[in-house]
Nanobody, 117 residues
């Protein structure tokens, strides 16, 4: 089992920045993929960004150039630096962990990001 604890959400004005953090604990394999997904009211959960233990990252087109995902493997922690936030970025952001394709995906409890003036 894997437990994920997120932090860093909150209220920010359009154009502002936030940094999300997610720490994983439990049975963590040395090769894994961690990432961030988000879900806005009335919408499906969508991929924001993922990163492998090797540092390979992938982003949704809507956040490319504004968001940066990073990780500290020694701490089993993944970060999401969000810059130039837009109202449409507002959502509950969920951290995820998986060993890879075909394996179970674990989720954090979610952290609310609100972008409003």
């Amino acid at each position: 089992q894997v437990q994920l604890v997120e932090s860093g959400g909150g209220l920010v004005q359009p154009g502002g920045s936030l940094r999300l953090s997610c720490a994983a604990s439990g049975i963590i394999f040395s090769i894994n993929v961690m990432g961030w997904y988000r879900q806005a009211p009335g919408k499906q959960r969508e991929l924001v960004a993922t990163i492998t233990t090797g540092g390979n990252s992938d982003y949704a087109d809507s956040v490319k150039g504004r968001f940066t995902i990073s990780r500290e493997n020694a701490k089993n922690t993944v970060y999401l630096q969000m810059n130039s936030l837009k109202p449409e970025d507002a959502a509950v952001y969920y951290c995820s962990y998986t060993r890879g394709s075909g394996y179970a995906r674990y989720w954090g409890q979610g952290t609310q990001v609100t972008v409003s003036s």
